[in-house]
Protein backbone atom coordinates (compact mmCIF):
# COMPACT_ATOMS: atom_id res chain seq x y z
CA UNK A 1 0.00 0.00 0.00
CA UNK A 2 0.98 3.60 -0.66
CA UNK A 3 1.31 5.14 3.44
CA UNK A 4 1.62 9.30 3.85
CA UNK A 5 2.90 10.09 7.40
CA UNK A 6 2.29 13.86 8.25
CA UNK A 7 4.60 14.87 11.25
CA UNK A 8 8.09 12.44 11.88
CA UNK A 9 8.50 13.33 15.33
CA UNK A 10 8.75 10.32 17.57
CA UNK A 11 5.27 8.88 16.53
CA UNK A 12 5.65 9.68 12.75
CA UNK A 13 8.80 8.22 12.37
CA UNK A 14 9.00 5.26 14.16
CA UNK A 15 4.85 4.51 11.99
CA UNK A 16 6.67 6.32 9.10
CA UNK A 17 9.63 3.55 9.23
CA UNK A 18 7.91 0.22 10.53
CA UNK A 19 5.02 0.46 8.07
CA UNK A 20 8.45 0.60 5.43
CA UNK A 21 9.61 -2.19 7.18
CA UNK A 22 6.52 -4.13 7.06
CA UNK A 23 6.40 -3.82 3.03
CA UNK A 24 4.34 -0.22 2.53
CA UNK A 25 5.64 2.72 0.54
CA UNK A 26 6.19 5.08 2.71
CA UNK A 27 6.21 9.16 2.20
CA UNK A 28 6.98 11.36 4.84
CA UNK A 29 6.05 14.75 5.18
CA UNK A 30 7.61 17.37 8.00
CA UNK A 31 7.40 21.35 7.97
CA UNK A 32 10.88 21.00 9.55
CA UNK A 33 13.26 21.42 6.53
CA UNK A 34 16.59 20.32 9.13
CA UNK A 35 14.80 17.13 10.09
CA UNK A 36 14.45 15.88 6.51
CA UNK A 37 17.73 17.21 5.70
CA UNK A 38 18.87 15.13 8.28
CA UNK A 39 16.90 12.25 7.52
CA UNK A 40 17.61 12.08 3.75
CA UNK A 41 21.34 12.00 4.94
CA UNK A 42 20.92 9.08 7.02
CA UNK A 43 20.61 10.70 10.50
CA UNK A 44 17.81 10.16 13.08
CA UNK A 45 16.76 13.22 14.88
CA UNK A 46 16.45 11.73 18.46
CA UNK A 47 17.64 8.20 19.83
CA UNK A 48 15.47 5.21 19.85
CA UNK A 49 16.37 1.97 19.92
CA UNK A 50 16.24 -0.41 16.76
CA UNK A 51 14.65 2.96 14.88
CA UNK A 52 18.28 3.58 12.78
CA UNK A 53 18.05 -0.06 11.41
CA UNK A 54 14.41 -0.39 10.76
CA UNK A 55 15.01 2.38 8.90
CA UNK A 56 18.28 0.87 7.25
CA UNK A 57 16.67 -2.25 6.18
CA UNK A 58 13.66 0.03 4.95
CA UNK A 59 15.04 3.00 3.27
CA UNK A 60 14.41 1.88 -0.32
CA UNK A 61 10.48 2.08 0.36
CA UNK A 62 10.68 5.28 2.65
CA UNK A 63 10.93 8.69 1.13
CA UNK A 64 10.86 12.39 2.62
CA UNK A 65 9.49 15.67 1.81
CA UNK A 66 8.89 19.12 3.52
CA UNK A 67 5.88 19.53 0.53
CA UNK A 68 2.40 18.32 1.46
CA UNK A 69 1.52 19.13 -2.03
CA UNK A 70 3.62 15.71 -2.77
CA UNK A 71 0.31 13.95 -2.22
CA UNK A 72 -1.18 14.96 -5.19
CA UNK A 73 1.65 12.98 -7.21
CA UNK A 74 1.82 10.26 -4.57
CA UNK A 75 -1.61 9.38 -4.05
CA UNK A 76 -1.44 7.63 -0.93
CA UNK A 77 -4.52 5.36 0.21
CA UNK A 78 -4.00 5.79 3.71
CA UNK A 79 -2.32 9.37 5.53
CA UNK A 80 -1.59 8.82 9.02
CA UNK A 81 -1.35 12.50 10.69
CA UNK A 82 1.20 12.45 13.82
CA UNK A 83 1.24 16.25 14.87
CA UNK A 84 2.06 17.14 18.09
CA UNK A 85 -1.19 17.88 20.30
CA UNK A 86 0.64 20.06 22.96
CA UNK A 87 -1.60 21.31 26.22
CA UNK A 88 -2.79 24.67 26.23
CA UNK A 89 -2.41 27.16 29.32
CA UNK A 90 -5.78 25.96 30.94
CA UNK A 91 -4.41 22.10 30.43
CA UNK A 92 -6.88 21.68 27.39
CA UNK A 93 -5.73 19.43 24.21
CA UNK A 94 -4.09 22.23 21.25
CA UNK A 95 -5.57 20.41 18.49
CA UNK A 96 -4.77 23.50 16.17
CA UNK A 97 -1.84 21.51 14.24
CA UNK A 98 -4.08 17.90 13.47
CA UNK A 99 -7.07 20.34 11.88
CA UNK A 100 -4.38 22.20 9.90
CA UNK A 101 -2.37 19.75 8.54
CA UNK A 102 -5.86 18.12 7.33
CA UNK A 103 -7.23 21.42 5.68
CA UNK A 104 -3.98 21.07 3.82
CA UNK A 105 -3.71 17.77 2.64
CA UNK A 106 -7.35 17.74 1.67
CA UNK A 107 -6.58 20.06 -1.11
CA UNK A 108 -4.21 16.97 -2.41
CA UNK A 109 -6.59 14.52 -1.98
CA UNK A 110 -7.68 13.41 -5.52
CA UNK A 111 -8.93 9.36 -4.79
CA UNK A 112 -10.70 8.20 -1.61
CA UNK A 113 -8.08 8.33 0.96
CA UNK A 114 -8.59 7.21 4.44
CA UNK A 115 -7.11 9.76 6.66
CA UNK A 116 -5.74 8.48 10.45
CA UNK A 117 -5.70 10.43 13.40
CA UNK A 118 -2.82 9.14 15.27
CA UNK A 119 -2.16 12.00 17.58
CA UNK A 120 -3.57 11.77 20.68
CA UNK A 121 -6.92 14.20 20.50
CA UNK A 122 -10.04 13.90 22.76
CA UNK A 123 -13.12 12.77 21.53
CA UNK A 124 -15.27 14.75 19.49
CA UNK A 125 -12.82 16.71 16.99
CA UNK A 126 -14.55 14.95 14.96
CA UNK A 127 -17.38 17.18 14.00
CA UNK A 128 -14.90 19.91 13.71
CA UNK A 129 -13.22 18.57 11.16
CA UNK A 130 -16.22 16.84 9.23
CA UNK A 131 -16.33 19.13 6.64
CA UNK A 132 -13.20 17.81 4.71
CA UNK A 133 -15.24 14.24 4.44
CA UNK A 134 -18.07 16.27 2.12
CA UNK A 135 -16.09 15.62 -0.86
CA UNK A 136 -16.19 12.12 -0.63
CA UNK A 137 -12.90 11.53 -0.41
CA UNK A 138 -11.84 11.70 2.44
CA UNK A 139 -12.90 9.37 5.50
CA UNK A 140 -11.33 10.06 9.36
CA UNK A 141 -10.36 7.47 10.74
CA UNK A 142 -8.65 6.89 14.73
CA UNK A 143 -5.78 4.17 15.00
CA UNK A 144 -4.44 5.95 18.38
CA UNK A 145 -0.97 4.60 19.07
CA UNK A 146 0.44 2.81 21.86
CA UNK A 147 4.15 2.75 21.65
CA UNK A 148 6.31 3.76 24.88
CA UNK A 149 9.22 5.68 24.25
CA UNK A 150 12.40 3.77 24.40
CA UNK A 151 10.49 1.00 23.21
CA UNK A 152 8.25 1.72 19.82
CA UNK A 153 10.07 -0.50 17.75
CA UNK A 154 9.13 -3.70 19.55
CA UNK A 155 5.51 -2.24 20.96
CA UNK A 156 4.65 -0.91 16.99
CA UNK A 157 5.19 -5.11 15.99
CA UNK A 158 4.41 -6.51 19.30
CA UNK A 159 1.62 -4.51 20.37
CA UNK A 160 -1.29 -5.68 23.08
CA UNK A 161 -3.78 -4.34 21.04
CA UNK A 162 -4.64 -2.64 17.93
CA UNK A 163 -7.42 -0.38 18.29
CA UNK A 164 -9.65 0.93 14.42
CA UNK A 165 -11.83 3.59 15.15
CA UNK A 166 -13.87 3.77 12.08
CA UNK A 167 -16.88 5.24 9.99
CA UNK A 168 -17.40 2.44 7.37
CA UNK A 169 -16.52 -1.20 6.90
CA UNK A 170 -14.07 -0.05 3.64
CA UNK A 171 -11.91 1.74 6.42
CA UNK A 172 -11.75 -1.14 8.41
CA UNK A 173 -10.30 -3.39 6.05
CA UNK A 174 -7.76 -0.31 4.51
CA UNK A 175 -6.44 -0.95 8.00
CA UNK A 176 -6.75 -4.39 8.22
CA UNK A 177 -4.26 -4.09 5.37
CA UNK A 178 -2.16 -1.35 6.48
CA UNK A 179 -1.20 -3.51 9.78
CA UNK A 180 -0.91 -7.04 8.07
CA UNK A 181 2.00 -8.77 9.35
CA UNK A 182 0.94 -7.43 12.98
CA UNK A 183 -0.21 -9.95 15.12
CA UNK A 184 -2.04 -8.66 17.89
CA UNK A 185 -6.17 -8.57 18.80
CA UNK A 186 -8.15 -5.96 16.87
CA UNK A 187 -10.48 -3.55 18.69
CA UNK A 188 -12.95 -2.22 15.95
CA UNK A 189 -15.39 0.77 17.36
CA UNK A 190 -16.17 4.36 16.48
CA UNK A 191 -13.44 6.87 16.29
CA UNK A 192 -14.63 9.08 19.27
CA UNK A 193 -14.37 5.45 21.79
CA UNK A 194 -11.05 5.07 19.79
CA UNK A 195 -9.82 7.92 20.88
CA UNK A 196 -11.54 7.80 24.43
CA UNK A 197 -9.72 4.29 24.73
CA UNK A 198 -6.01 6.24 24.27
CA UNK A 199 -7.20 8.83 26.99
CA UNK A 200 -8.62 6.11 29.20
CA UNK A 201 -5.52 3.85 28.57
CA UNK A 202 -3.22 6.70 29.62
CA UNK A 203 -5.42 7.91 32.79
CA UNK A 204 -5.08 4.28 33.90
CA UNK A 205 -2.10 3.67 33.56
CA UNK A 206 -1.31 7.20 35.69
CA UNK A 207 -3.46 6.68 38.02
CA UNK A 208 -1.87 3.30 39.08
CA UNK A 209 1.35 5.16 39.31
CA UNK A 210 0.43 7.93 41.87
CA UNK A 211 -1.52 5.33 43.53
CA UNK A 212 0.87 3.48 44.62
CA UNK A 213 3.15 6.86 44.98
CA UNK A 214 0.65 7.55 47.58
CA UNK A 215 0.88 4.30 49.12
CA UNK A 216 5.06 4.55 49.43
CA UNK A 217 4.71 8.34 50.52
CA UNK A 218 2.03 6.32 53.04
CA UNK A 219 4.82 3.38 53.46
CA UNK A 220 7.87 6.30 54.48
CA UNK A 221 5.65 7.79 57.29
CA UNK A 222 4.60 4.62 58.84
CA UNK A 223 7.81 2.70 58.58
CA UNK A 224 6.59 -0.04 56.04
CA UNK A 225 8.38 -0.80 52.73
CA UNK A 226 6.46 -0.16 49.42
CA UNK A 227 8.22 -2.74 47.49
CA UNK A 228 6.92 -5.73 49.79
CA UNK A 229 3.41 -4.20 49.26
CA UNK A 230 4.16 -4.01 45.39
CA UNK A 231 5.02 -7.64 45.69
CA UNK A 232 1.36 -8.39 47.27
CA UNK A 233 -0.32 -6.11 45.29
CA UNK A 234 0.70 -6.83 41.93
CA UNK A 235 0.56 -10.70 42.63
CA UNK A 236 -3.23 -10.76 42.84
CA UNK A 237 -4.27 -11.72 38.94
CA UNK A 238 -7.17 -9.04 39.11
CA UNK A 239 -4.44 -5.87 39.37
CA UNK A 240 -1.53 -7.59 37.81
CA UNK A 241 2.27 -6.30 38.22
CA UNK A 242 3.26 -3.69 35.75
CA UNK A 243 3.47 -0.25 36.47
CA UNK A 244 3.34 0.02 40.20
CA UNK A 245 6.69 1.17 40.70
CA UNK A 246 6.71 4.30 42.81
CA UNK A 247 9.38 6.76 41.93
CA UNK A 248 10.17 10.35 42.02
CA UNK A 249 6.95 10.64 39.50
CA UNK A 250 6.18 10.02 36.09
CA UNK A 251 6.87 12.27 33.49
CA UNK A 252 7.33 12.38 29.53
CA UNK A 253 5.23 14.26 27.12
CA UNK A 254 1.90 12.26 27.48
CA UNK A 255 0.95 11.02 30.98
CA UNK A 256 0.59 14.38 32.32
CA UNK A 257 -0.86 16.31 29.33
CA UNK A 258 -2.91 13.59 28.40
CA UNK A 259 -4.73 13.23 31.77
CA UNK A 260 -4.93 16.86 32.14
CA UNK A 261 -6.51 17.15 28.47
CA UNK A 262 -9.29 14.62 29.66
CA UNK A 263 -10.62 16.34 32.52
CA UNK A 264 -10.92 19.55 30.19
CA UNK A 265 -12.40 17.57 27.38
CA UNK A 266 -15.19 15.95 30.06
CA UNK A 267 -15.60 19.23 31.46
CA UNK A 268 -15.92 20.96 27.56
CA UNK A 269 -18.86 18.09 27.49
CA UNK A 270 -20.33 19.74 30.95
CA UNK A 271 -19.06 16.25 33.07
CA UNK A 272 -16.84 17.59 35.73
CA UNK A 273 -13.86 14.81 36.57
CA UNK A 274 -12.93 13.88 40.26
CA UNK A 275 -10.29 11.31 39.91
CA UNK A 276 -8.02 13.13 37.87
CA UNK A 277 -6.94 15.68 39.14
CA UNK A 278 -5.08 13.94 42.38
CA UNK A 279 -3.61 12.11 39.87
CA UNK A 280 -1.83 15.38 38.38
CA UNK A 281 -0.98 16.46 42.12
CA UNK A 282 0.72 13.86 43.56
CA UNK A 283 3.13 13.51 40.57
CA UNK A 284 3.68 16.98 40.82
CA UNK A 285 4.81 16.92 44.67
CA UNK A 286 6.62 13.46 44.67
CA UNK A 287 10.24 15.77 43.28
CA UNK A 288 9.42 17.66 46.38
CA UNK A 289 9.56 15.02 48.69
CA UNK A 290 11.93 12.78 47.30
CA UNK A 291 14.47 15.94 47.68
CA UNK A 292 12.89 16.26 51.33
CA UNK A 293 14.46 12.81 51.53
CA UNK A 294 17.54 13.58 51.04
CA UNK A 295 17.86 17.01 52.99
CA UNK A 296 16.42 15.30 56.02
CA UNK A 297 19.72 12.86 55.79
CA UNK A 298 22.49 14.72 54.06
CA UNK A 299 21.47 18.52 55.94
CA UNK A 300 21.86 22.12 54.45
CA UNK A 301 22.84 21.65 51.08
CA UNK A 302 24.44 24.57 51.07
CA UNK A 303 28.32 23.64 49.99
CA UNK A 304 27.31 20.70 49.00
CA UNK A 305 28.13 18.99 46.00
CA UNK A 306 25.46 16.39 44.86
CA UNK A 307 25.79 14.04 41.90
CA UNK A 308 22.74 12.94 39.63
CA UNK A 309 22.66 9.93 37.35
CA UNK A 310 20.16 10.18 34.67
CA UNK A 311 18.63 13.29 33.00
CA UNK A 312 15.32 11.89 30.41
CA UNK A 313 12.41 10.23 31.64
CA UNK A 314 12.47 6.84 30.97
CA UNK A 315 15.60 4.72 30.75
CA UNK A 316 16.34 4.08 26.69
CA UNK A 317 15.61 7.52 25.82
CA UNK A 318 17.00 10.98 25.48
CA UNK A 319 14.01 12.94 25.89
CA UNK A 320 13.92 14.87 28.91
CA UNK A 321 10.28 16.21 28.66
CA UNK A 322 8.61 16.70 32.15
CA UNK A 323 11.16 14.53 33.49
CA UNK A 324 11.65 14.28 37.33
CA UNK A 325 15.11 14.58 37.19
CA UNK A 326 15.40 18.52 35.69
CA UNK A 327 12.46 18.49 38.40
CA UNK A 328 14.42 17.55 40.85
CA UNK A 329 17.83 19.04 39.93
CA UNK A 330 15.46 22.65 40.05
CA UNK A 331 14.74 22.09 43.36
CA UNK A 332 18.21 21.08 44.46
CA UNK A 333 19.70 24.32 42.72
CA UNK A 334 17.20 26.12 44.71
CA UNK A 335 18.42 25.08 48.00
CA UNK A 336 21.96 25.57 46.94
CA UNK A 337 23.22 22.61 45.80
CA UNK A 338 26.78 22.21 43.57
CA UNK A 339 24.79 19.16 41.21
CA UNK A 340 26.89 17.66 38.70
CA UNK A 341 24.51 15.40 36.20
CA UNK A 342 25.45 12.43 33.63
CA UNK A 343 23.27 10.89 31.41
CA UNK A 344 24.16 8.30 28.44
CA UNK A 345 22.25 9.79 25.96
CA UNK A 346 20.23 13.32 27.49
CA UNK A 347 22.60 15.82 28.12
CA UNK A 348 22.63 17.72 25.38
CA UNK A 349 18.57 17.79 25.74
CA UNK A 350 19.17 18.76 29.38
CA UNK A 351 21.03 21.56 28.46
CA UNK A 352 18.29 23.62 27.18
CA UNK A 353 16.06 23.32 30.54
CA UNK A 354 19.90 23.31 32.88
CA UNK A 355 21.88 25.44 31.01
CA UNK A 356 25.26 26.26 32.96
CA UNK A 357 23.65 26.08 36.77
CA UNK A 358 24.86 22.33 36.67
CA UNK A 359 28.46 20.77 35.65
CA UNK A 360 28.08 17.87 32.99
CA UNK A 361 30.13 15.07 33.42
CA UNK A 362 31.04 13.30 30.57
CA UNK A 363 30.86 9.56 32.60
CA UNK A 364 28.97 8.16 35.31
CA UNK A 365 32.27 8.22 37.75
CA UNK A 366 33.26 11.60 36.72
CA UNK A 367 30.18 13.07 37.88
CA UNK A 368 31.03 11.60 41.79
CA UNK A 369 34.01 13.42 42.02
CA UNK A 370 33.63 15.83 45.23
CA UNK A 371 30.15 14.43 46.14
CA UNK A 372 28.49 13.78 48.82
CA UNK A 373 25.74 11.51 48.04
CA UNK A 374 24.32 10.12 44.22
CA UNK A 375 21.08 10.33 43.52
CA UNK A 376 19.91 7.92 40.40
CA UNK A 377 16.91 9.48 38.61
CA UNK A 378 16.36 7.39 35.00
CA UNK A 379 16.22 3.61 34.50
CA UNK A 380 19.29 3.38 32.33
CA UNK A 381 20.10 -0.14 32.70
CA UNK A 382 24.32 0.51 32.95
CA UNK A 383 22.98 2.34 36.20
CA UNK A 384 22.22 -1.23 37.39
CA UNK A 385 25.43 -2.46 36.80
CA UNK A 386 27.65 0.09 38.16
CA UNK A 387 30.66 -0.72 40.73
CA UNK A 388 28.65 0.23 44.25
CA UNK A 389 32.12 -0.37 46.02
CA UNK A 390 33.78 1.89 43.58
CA UNK A 391 30.70 4.31 44.83
CA UNK A 392 31.19 3.92 48.22
CA UNK A 393 34.34 4.94 47.94
CA UNK A 394 33.83 7.87 46.06
CA UNK A 395 30.94 9.47 47.88
CA UNK A 396 31.48 11.31 51.57
CA UNK A 397 28.26 10.36 53.12
CA UNK A 398 26.99 6.86 53.22
CA UNK A 399 23.88 7.19 51.09
CA UNK A 400 22.77 6.47 48.02
CA UNK A 401 19.04 7.68 46.59
CA UNK A 402 17.14 5.57 43.65
CA UNK A 403 14.10 8.14 42.62
CA UNK A 404 12.88 4.87 40.73
CA UNK A 405 13.03 2.31 42.86
CA UNK A 406 14.90 0.01 40.34
CA UNK A 407 18.39 -1.16 41.91
CA UNK A 408 19.15 -3.70 43.60
CA UNK A 409 19.33 -2.69 47.24
CA UNK A 410 21.08 -5.92 48.11
CA UNK A 411 23.63 -4.76 46.30
CA UNK A 412 24.18 -1.51 47.35
CA UNK A 413 23.68 -2.07 51.11
CA UNK A 414 26.46 -4.80 50.93
CA UNK A 415 28.67 -2.31 49.30
CA UNK A 416 28.01 -0.28 52.66
CA UNK A 417 25.83 2.41 51.25
CA UNK A 418 22.38 3.21 52.69
CA UNK A 419 19.75 3.01 50.18
CA UNK A 420 16.91 5.05 49.86
CA UNK A 421 14.18 4.70 47.54
CA UNK A 422 10.49 6.09 47.79
CA UNK A 423 8.61 4.17 50.32
CA UNK A 424 11.90 2.28 51.26
CA UNK A 425 15.12 3.59 53.24
CA UNK A 426 17.95 1.16 54.34
CA UNK A 427 18.18 3.29 57.72
CA UNK A 428 15.06 3.20 59.28
CA UNK A 429 15.84 4.31 62.22
CA UNK A 430 16.51 8.02 60.55
CA UNK A 431 13.35 10.44 61.45
CA UNK A 432 11.03 9.86 58.07
CA UNK A 433 9.13 13.05 57.35
CA UNK A 434 7.08 14.74 54.88
C1 LIG B 1 3.13 6.23 27.54
C2 LIG B 1 2.30 4.95 27.43
O1 LIG B 1 2.91 3.90 28.21
C3 LIG B 1 2.20 4.51 25.95
O2 LIG B 1 1.36 3.38 25.86
C4 LIG B 1 1.61 5.67 25.14
O3 LIG B 1 1.59 5.36 23.76
C5 LIG B 1 2.46 6.91 25.31
O4 LIG B 1 2.54 7.25 26.71
C6 LIG B 1 1.81 8.02 24.52
O5 LIG B 1 0.70 8.46 24.90
O6 LIG B 1 2.32 8.40 23.46
P1 LIG B 1 5.74 6.83 27.52
O7 LIG B 1 5.28 8.10 28.19
O8 LIG B 1 6.61 6.90 26.32
O9 LIG B 1 4.45 5.95 27.09
O10 LIG B 1 6.56 5.95 28.60
P2 LIG B 1 6.17 4.96 29.79
O11 LIG B 1 7.03 3.76 29.68
O12 LIG B 1 4.71 4.77 29.89
O13 LIG B 1 6.67 5.77 31.10
C7 LIG B 1 6.04 6.96 31.58
C8 LIG B 1 6.64 7.33 32.94
O14 LIG B 1 6.19 6.42 33.96
C9 LIG B 1 8.17 7.29 33.01
O15 LIG B 1 8.63 8.44 33.69
C10 LIG B 1 8.46 6.02 33.79
O16 LIG B 1 9.67 6.06 34.48
C11 LIG B 1 7.29 6.02 34.76
N1 LIG B 1 7.00 4.68 35.35
C12 LIG B 1 6.68 3.63 34.56
C13 LIG B 1 7.04 4.55 36.73
O17 LIG B 1 7.34 5.52 37.48
N2 LIG B 1 6.76 3.34 37.28
C14 LIG B 1 6.42 2.27 36.51
O18 LIG B 1 6.14 1.17 37.10
C15 LIG B 1 6.39 2.41 35.12
Redesign the pocket.
Known sequence: MKVAVIGLGYVGLVQAACFAKLGHIVLGIDLDVQKIASLQSGMLPFFEPGLEDVLRESVQRLSCTNSIAALEVFKPEVILICVPTPARADGSCETQFVARAIAELAVYVLEKTVVVIKS?VPPGIRKDLQYVETSGLIELASVP?????GKAVKDFFQPDRLVFGVQSVWAEQVLRALHKGIEAPICVMSVESAQLSKYA??AM?ATR?SFMNEIANIADVVGADIEDIERVVGSDKRIGKM???S?AG???S??PK?VLALSQAARLHGYETRIIEPIIEINADQPRRFVNKVRERLGDFSQKTIAVWGLA??GNTDDVRESPAIKVIELLLAQGAAVQVYDPRAMKQAYAFLQDRVTYATSMQEALYGAETLLILT?WPEFMKADWNDIAHALASPYLFDG?NFLSRAQIQQAGLIYCGIGICSDVSRPLGN
Do not use: A, H, Q, V
Open positions: TEFLRESNLLFLRGFGGCFDFNEK
